[in-house]
Structures are given as C-alpha cells and as structure tokens.
Nanobody
Framework: HVQLVESGGESVQAGGSLRLSCTSNVYTSGFWCMGWFRQAPGKEREGVAV???????GYADSVKDRFTVSKDPNKGTLYLQMNSLKPEDTGIYYC????????????????????WGQGTQVTVS
C-alpha cells in the first residue's frame, strides 16, 4: 500500500520561498512519474510540476522559472522548491505518484495519477 505524506507548507509573505517535501514508503525510483498539484479555494485542482523516472521535469506555465521539482533517488522523497512566491500560489499542495507509463507532462495536465497524499497548506500573503 503506497503512502505519500506532504510537509513544509506554511504561511509566507509574497516574494518568499518554501520547500515542500513528499515522503513515500516506496523508493521514488519505483514510480514512473511523480508530481505536485495544488488546489486554491473555489478552484479546481491543477498540476504544478512533474518529474519522470528519468529525472526529466515538467512545469505549469504559471510556475516555470520559479519552482523546481526534484527527488532523492535513494529515498522515497519528492521535493518542490518554490521561490518568488505570489498570493496566487496559495492553496493546498498535493503530492502524487504513478507507476504506469505514459507522458508525465500529460498526466500533469489530466491529473491521472494513481496515488495521492493528503496535502499541505501553503498561504502567500
């Protein structure tokens, strides 16, 4: 049974930085894709960043050049470094993982991930 647990969310001022972590009970190398999604109040969940098993990343246009996704191949941990935060980055951030093939960027757009965490709140004011 795969478990994903997010941490690192907190309140921060605009322009600040945060690093989110997602701990899995499965080595990250066991997943085809891992990613981060977020849901703002009153809005649908949206893909933020993904990383393929090869390490190749993909980003939503809204976070490109500000956010960096990475993973520790020796641990079951996924990271999201968020810089130059804006109020519109506020939301619950979810970690997701998927063991099946296909384009990770496409999965980010569709949300087709098999495993999800419970989320961590990020508030930018």
């Amino acid at each position: 049974h795969v478990q994903l647990v997010e941490s690192g969310g907190e309140s921060v001022q605009a322009g600040g930085s945060l690093r989110l972590s997602c701990t899995s009970n499965v080595y990250t190398s066991g997943f085809w894709c891992m990613g981060w999604f977020r849901q703002a109040p009153g809005k649908e969940r949206e893909g933020v960043a993904v990383i393929a098993g090869s390490g190749s990343p993909g980003y939503a246009d809204s976070v490109k050049d500000r956010f960096t996704v990475s993973k520790d191949p020796n641990k079951g941990t996924l990271y999201l470094q968020m810089n130059s935060l804006k109020p519109e980055d506020t939301g619950i951030y979810y970690c997701a993982a998927d063991a099946y093939g296909g384009s990770c960027v496409q999965k980010m757009r569709t949300g087709e991930f098999g495993y999800w965490g419970q989320g961590t709140q990020v508030t930018v004011s």
